[in-house]
């Protein structure tokens, strides 16, 4: 069935570091990918989204790029800041069934001053 | 706007006792569904329901029941808390049949069973 792999975390940066959070998919047809956010205390949040090939979604400095060659979605950002600290989850609505998520386990970013 | 509202944050339970966690929704969505999100395994749905009246199994229903008799409310009852139901419950609500669409999520309800 469906899937969602991420890397395992935490991830631990230094502020103004480069973030790269791999996730991967394995999936039919061609589903949307998502990643959202989770800051502590917190429920989930949409951090980003995008629904086809070659499609990059982007907000607040982080990027990903859907790549249906190499059934990736990684998670990137430029400079991270200490509020940037949080659990990042990688998701996917299948094409044949589009009420349903399915969430990679999620991976927690530390960020140091 | 309100969003998805859980209530309540937090809770503790002795073993065999039962509760229902709250779950509200003012964003007319027909979909609602329940995670469990539990260390190194990201979240797993209990339940979810397509609309008012209508609720299905997801990947872990044991001890868990719901019903939803109004589009905005989807309560999650636990019959017979054991230790293994301790965990962190979050309430999501969307869009149907829409393959973009953003799930919204309540601030969740953190569980321990005793």
């Known amino acids: 069935g469906d899937s969602v792999t991420q890397m395992e975390g935490p991830v631990t940066l230094s502020e103004e570091a480069f973030l790269t959070i791999n996730c991967t998919y394995t999936a039919t047809g061609y589903p949307s990918l998502f990643w959202y956010v989770q800051y502590p205390g917190e429920g989930l949040q949409l951090l980003l989204k995008a629904t086809k090939a070659d499609d990059k979604g982007s907000n607040k400095g982080f990027e990903a790029t859907y790549r249906k060659e190499t059934t990736s979605f990684h998670l990137e950002k430029g400079s991270v800041q200490v509020s940037d600290s949080a659990v990042y989850f990688c998701?996917?609505?299948?094409?044949?069934?589009?009420?349903?998520?399915?969430f990679g386990t999620g991976t927690r970013l530390q960020v140091f001053p | 706007n309100a969003g998805v509202t859980q209530t309540p944050k937090f809770q503790v339970l002795k073993t065999g006792q039962s509760m229902t966690l709250q779950c509200a929704q003012d964003?007319?969505?027909?979909?609602m569904s329940w995670y469990r999100q539990d260390p190194g395994m990201g979240l797993r749905l209990i339940h979810y329901s397509v609309g008012a009246g209508i609720t299905d199994q997801g990947e872990v229903p044991n001890g868990y029941n719901v019903s939803r008799s109004t589009t905005e409310d989807f309560p999650l009852r636990l019959l017979s808390a054991a230790p293994s139901q301790t965990s962190v419950y979050f309430c999501?609500?969307?869009?149907?049949?829409?393959?973009?669409?953003?799930?919204?999520f309540g601030q969740g309800t953190r569980l321990t069973v005793v």
């Open positions: 964003m007319n969505h027909e979909y």
């Open positions: 998701a996917l609505r299948p094409s044949y069934n589009t009420d349903k998520l399915i």
């Open positions: 999501a609500s969307s869009q149907r049949q829409i393959s973009n669409t953003e799930a919204f």
